[in-house]
């Protein structure tokens, strides 16, 4: 192999501007690893001569031989590769400090495979090393053994290694820590010393993760919080403070982990101070130290403790509520303040998790902290001045960053929830009592719209006050949705307090047709009608009158047109179908002309979307208490409606968006109507199989599964849904014939509709010999799909096909027939045809063909297993006889047979010992 060619083919890789040559460089270097000469090439690469990328790839070429060949090394060839490797990182000393990292990572490797067998005592020989060139070398031979300590444990952590290895090289990581801290303690003791101290404080934090025994490193926290006062060591020492707090086996040390939060306690000056000196930076570490300490021990620290370390957490809390309040406009003006959002959720959550007596000594020590960050609260939730505009990225963060803290303030009502409601009370009142500035009204509403659903019905002291106030508000269109959206929210309470929503419901109409407040006044007045239908009844007609007009006058969206008959429906629902019926005859009788009009025109597609979008809203909310002899408003409504909803299935069948709300209305109107439909539903299947056999879409598919859901009800219903049944199985078994693997949309919702039928229909099945032979055929094929939904669909419906067999003898002969292609299909997908994500749903299969059919699975087994090199060349004769031995004693114990075949695939895959077979 020709070094130059090697560098000739970097430089392509590198420096060439065509993508095509690029590829054929980096195919051509890859193939390299493979050559029988490639640890002389990387060697030969890995001159220090050569330029740095030609060592690069040197040193990454001899990376792939330790890490894959290193069986082709004998014991005399591996002592000097590991010398070759010390003397490379001497002379990388000198050089780029990208070869020095990369000399040592190449020697880190070689010690994982090397422990213990042909490297004992790596730690103290690696010493020895290093100290010997320290009187010719000086401070570089420092820097060249921190280097080496510091990828080692990195290595080791990111290696794929058997259990067993990972053992052996952890007791030797584990005997030279002792050493090996002590001296990381003696280098970063002096900070003054940054050349050293630095590598030393990396080091240090690379060690952690070996052993988190915290007794042994009080002394380098120590040393770490007096290095954090070096500015040339500052950011060094918050990133080994945060993986020294961060590893949770330190909970095992809880003296220890209170003690620093003390220490954590006394950055606090330093935090203020970088605060009023607008430093992000520094209050950006200060916090992180402190969030590591206290998000990862919170168990320790809300443990019953003396009022002393109480103290101390209290402390920590102090500066994470300054944090929080950093002045500035999130995300314009600071972004540190979002760092503690996500700890305030956790650590009130766990606070109103904890039992009644500890919850109160827990609510004692902390629960001072919720009034000041509730006002910090609202106060980091206010919209920046009208003045500034934020721009789109920083909006979405915006919003997000409000979500979080509504999501906090929603976690504290479970430690105090009167005093937040109490404080968010306040809050509102003084802010409306200065109207000039609308954002602290927003806010307040924001943040007490957090907390509505959780109020309970006999709150009378705020809710109401808070309620009736809302009215108040000054006419800023975010101030006004925010109070519509905020009533919202309140539904549930407003259920059980119907004179203060009837003095809100003028509100919330009075916002429906202006533009910038519909869409919230839509949202409240759905939430309202869902949860207050009974309040609202006798109000159904002026409400009615009222959306149709707003409606007639094409003031409001399609989405919101939408949800106001979603309202609609679910007050008229509260109400019996004689009753509501010219109601929604007023309401949806429009959309039903306006619908079959756009049939007929060419270029309609939008608004045919549109008026779909309100029939699909009105096939889910319309659904009053409907006497047999009494017809189903929304039964009406499809039957009015059908006409033109036949047309849009065959104009329309290939338009995706138009399918969508076409089957999603008539799921939603035979899953509501029930059978009061049948009238149109002869027509409504045989036109969607029409539609499918033109253009396959999986929601046809669909609504036959509904429909099959409804035959169940009644039984003289069956015998049309089968017929029909039969019709689009057929049609579905003449598509698998040519498109199969190309549509796996498809192939997944007709094992759904497969599954629906077994069980709902399984007569129908067992008197189908062509359909059963049809659907193994299509079920061991699925077995062989790259998508794993797909797999899992038909595993959980075969399974429910053999256990249905019990009760059908030619089922029984079907199943006898193909149990060998079946058994090979299942061993084939369990051993590494499939991921090992899809075992649950092929074990459902295994152990219904092992309950039914036990004694043929195993002769099938023993006949298959006996197959040299099957299911897969790593296979054993021994595992494969554990096998079959293991799947006819688990006949009837399903948990333990799912543990024999995740034991076999680990196996057939050789996963065994690795740490990705572990997974």
């Given amino acids: 192999m020709d070094v130059s060619a090697v560098e000739r083919a970097l430089a392509c890789f590198y420096d060439d501007p065509d993508p095509a040559n690029k590829r054929t460089a980096q195919d051509w270097l890859a193939t390299l690893r493979g050559q029988?000469?490639?640890?002389?090439?990387?060697?030969?690469?890995?001159?220090?001569?050569?330029?740095?990328?030609?060592?690069?790839?040197?040193?990454?070429?001899?990376?792939?031989?330790?890490?894959?060949?290193?069986?082709?090394?004998g014991p005399e060839d591996q002592v000097?590769?590991?010398?070759?490797?010390?003397?490379?990182?001497?002379?990388?000393?000198?050089?780029?400090?990208?070869?020095?990292?990369?000399?040592?990572?190449?020697?880190?490797?070689?010690?994982?495979?090397?422990v213990p067998a042909t490297w004992a005592n790596v730690i103290p020989s690696v010493l020895s090393y290093f100290q010997s060139l320290a009187p010719t070398l000086g401070p570089l031979a420092i820097r060249g053994l921190l280097e080496f300590l510091t990828v080692l444990p990195e290595e080791y952590r990111t290696a794929t290694l058997s259990a067993e290895r990972k053992k052996a090289i952890f007791s030797e990581l584990f005997e030279g820590k002792d050493q090996v801290l002590t001296l990381l303690l003696t280098l970063i003791t002096n900070p003054h010393d940054t050349e050293q101290a630095q590598p030393a404080l990396r080091c240090l934090a690379s060690w952690v993760e070996i052993d988190a025994?915290?007794?042994?490193?009080?002394?380098?926290?120590?040393?770490?919080?007096?290095?954090?006062?070096?500015?040339?060591?500052?950011?060094?020492?918050?990133?080994?403070?945060?993986?020294?707090?961060?590893?949770?086996?330190?909970?095992?040390?809880?003296?220890?982990?209170?003690?620093?939060?003390?220490?954590?306690?006394?950055?606090?000056?330093?935090?203020?101070?970088?605060?009023?000196?607008?430093?992000?930076?520094?209050?950006?570490?200060?916090?992180?130290?402190?969030?590591?300490?206290?998000?990862?021990?919170?168990?320790?620290?809300?443990?019953?403790?003396?009022?002393?370390?109480?103290?101390?957490?209290?402390?920590?809390?102090?500066?994470?509520?300054?944090?929080t309040r950093h002045p500035g406009q999130y995300p314009l003006d600071e972004t540190v303040s979002a760092l503690p959002i996500a700890f305030w959720q956790t650590f009130f959550d766990e606070i109103s998790s904890a039992d009644i007596e500890h919850f109160e000594e827990l609510k004692r020590a902390y629960g001072a902290a919720m009034l000041p960050l509730l006002d910090a609260f609202h106060c980091k939730v206010q919209y920046p001045p009208s003045s500034v505009v934020l721009d789109a990225e920083s909006s979405e963060l915006f919003h997000a960053y409000r979500s979080d803290i509504g999501d906090d303030?929603?976690?504290?009502?479970?430690?105090?929830?009167?005093?937040?409601?109490?404080?968010?009370?306040?809050?509102?009142?003084?802010?409306?009592?200065?109207?000039?500035?609308?954002?602290?009204?927003?806010?307040?509403?924001?943040?007490?719209?957090?907390?509505?659903?959780?109020?309970?019905?006999?709150?009378?002291?705020?809710?109401?006050?808070?309620?009736?106030?809302?009215?108040?508000?000054?006419?800023?269109?975010?101030?006004?949705?925010?109070?519509?959206?905020?009533i919202g929210a309140f539904a549930d309470y407003l259920s059980r307090h119907g004179?203060?929503?009837?003095?809100?419901?003028?509100?919330?109409?009075?916002?429906?047709?202006?533009?910038?407040?519909?869409?919230?006044?839509?949202?409240?007045?759905?939430?309202?009608?869902?949860?207050?239908?009974?309040?609202?009844?006798?109000?159904?007609?002026?409400?009615?009158?009222?959306?149709?007009?707003?409606?007639?006058?094409?003031?409001?969206?399609?989405?919101?047109?939408?949800?106001?008959v979603e309202a609609l429906g679910s007050v008229l629902s509260a109400a019996t179908a004689a009753d509501v019926q010219n109601d929604v005859e007023r309401i949806l009788g429009p959309s039903v002309q306006t619908l079959a009009r756009l049939t007929e025109l060419p270029d309609a597609r939008t608004e045919i979307l549109n008026e779909l979008a309100v029939l699909a809203a009105a096939c889910k909310y319309f659904d009053p208490a409907t006497p047999e002899d009494?017809?189903?408003?929304?039964?009406?409504?499809?039957?009015?409606?059908?006409?033109?909803?036949?047309?849009?299935?065959?104009?329309?069948?290939?338009?995706?968006?138009?399918?969508?709300?076409?089957?999603?209305?008539?799921?939603?109107?035979?899953?509501?109507?029930?059978?009061?439909?049948?009238?149109?539903?002869?027509?409504?299947?045989?036109?969607?199989?029409?539609?499918?056999?033109?253009?396959?879409?999986?929601?046809?598919?669909?609504?036959y599964m509904q429909a099959v859901v409804i035959s169940t009800a009644r039984a003289d219903l069956e015998p049309l849904v089968v017929s029909l049944l039969g019709t689009m199985l057929t049609a579905i078994f003449t598509l698998f014939q040519t498109q199969f693997t190309e549509r796996p949309d498809v192939v997944q919702s007709f094992?759904?509709?497969?599954?629906?039928?077994?069980?709902?229909?399984?007569?129908?099945?067992?008197?189908?010999?062509?359909?059963q032979a049809s659907f193994m055929s299509v079920a061991l094929a699925a077995f062989q799909l790259r998508e794993g939904p797909s797999v899992d669909c038909a595993a959980r419906a075969l399974a429910l096909f053999i256990e249905k067999s019990a009760e059908n003898a030619p089922m029984q002969g079907l199943l006898t027939s193909q149990g060998p292609a079946l058994t090979r299909a299942l061993l084939v997908a369990i051993s590494g045809g499939q991921p090992r994500s899809l075992l649950p749903p092929l074990v459902d299969v295994l152990f219904a063909l092992n309950k039914e059919f036990g004694e043929h699975l195993r002769d099938w087994l023993t006949e298959l297993l006996a197959q040299p090199g099957f299911p897969t060349v790593k296979a054993t004769e021994a595992a494969k006889h554990h096998f079959i031995t293991r799947v006819a004693r688990e006949r009837a114990h399903k948990k333990q047979l799912s543990a024999v075949v995740k034991e076999f695939s680990i196996h057939c895959r050789g996963l065994e010992g690795t740490a990705f077979g572990a997974l």
């Fill in 36 to 73: 029988p000469g490639a640890w002389d090439l990387g060697w030969q690469l890995l001159d220090p001569s050569r330029a740095v990328p030609v060592q690069f790839f040197g040193a990454n070429l001899i990376l792939g031989k330790i890490t894959t060949g290193w069986a082709e090394l």
């Fill in 80 to 114: 000097t590769l590991k010398d070759r490797l010390l003397n490379r990182i001497v002379v990388a000393l000198n050089g780029e400090r990208v070869m020095l990292t990369r000399c040592c990572i190449l020697l880190a490797a070689l010690c994982l495979q090397a």
């Fill in 213 to 323: 025994n915290l007794l042994t490193l009080t002394e380098h926290v120590s040393a770490a919080f007096r290095c954090l006062h070096n500015p040339q060591l500052f950011d060094n020492s918050v990133d080994t403070l945060v993986s020294i707090f961060s590893n949770p086996d330190g909970s095992k040390y809880p003296g220890v982990v209170r003690a620093f939060a003390a220490q954590v306690a006394s950055l606090a000056p330093f935090l203020t101070a970088a605060i009023e000196a607008a430093d992000d930076s520094t209050v950006r570490s200060v916090a992180r130290i402190a969030l590591a300490l206290v998000e990862t021990h919170m168990h320790v620290f809300l443990k019953p403790a003396s009022p002393m370390d109480h103290a101390a957490v209290q402390a920590v809390l102090k500066m994470l509520l300054d944090v």
């Fill in 409 to 486: 303030i929603l976690y504290m009502c479970g430690v105090g929830k009167e005093q937040v409601l109490s404080r968010l009370h306040t809050q509102l009142m003084s802010s409306l009592a200065t109207p000039d500035r609308w954002q602290p009204i927003e806010a307040s509403l924001f943040c007490i719209r957090s907390l509505g659903a959780s109020i309970e019905y006999d709150e009378n002291t705020f809710a109401p006050q808070i309620l009736t106030a809302v009215t108040q508000a000054p006419q800023h269109p975010t101030v006004l949705r925010s109070a519509l959206l905020m």
């Fill in 499 to 564: 004179d203060i929503l009837l003095h809100l419901l003028p509100f919330i109409f009075q916002s429906l047709p202006v533009p910038g407040l519909a869409a919230a006044a839509a949202v409240a007045l759905r939430d309202v009608c869902s949860e207050c239908a009974e309040v609202l009844l006798p109000h159904r007609t002026s409400m009615t009158d009222s959306c149709l007009q707003f409606i007639a006058a094409g003031t409001l969206m399609p989405r919101e047109r939408a949800r106001v």
């Fill in 630 to 703: 009494v017809g189903h408003p929304v039964a009406t409504v499809v039957a009015a409606a059908w006409p033109a909803l036949r047309r849009l299935l065959v104009t329309h069948s290939a338009d995706d968006a138009v399918v969508v709300l076409l089957c999603e209305c008539m799921a939603r109107a035979l899953r509501t109507a029930g059978d009061h439909i049948v009238p149109v539903l002869p027509s409504m299947l045989a036109d969607l199989c029409d539609a499918f056999l033109h253009s396959p879409k999986p929601q046809f598919i669909e609504v």
């Fill in 751 to 771: 094992f759904k509709l497969m599954h629906k039928t077994f069980r709902a229909l399984p007569h129908y099945v067992g008197s189908q010999p062509a359909l």
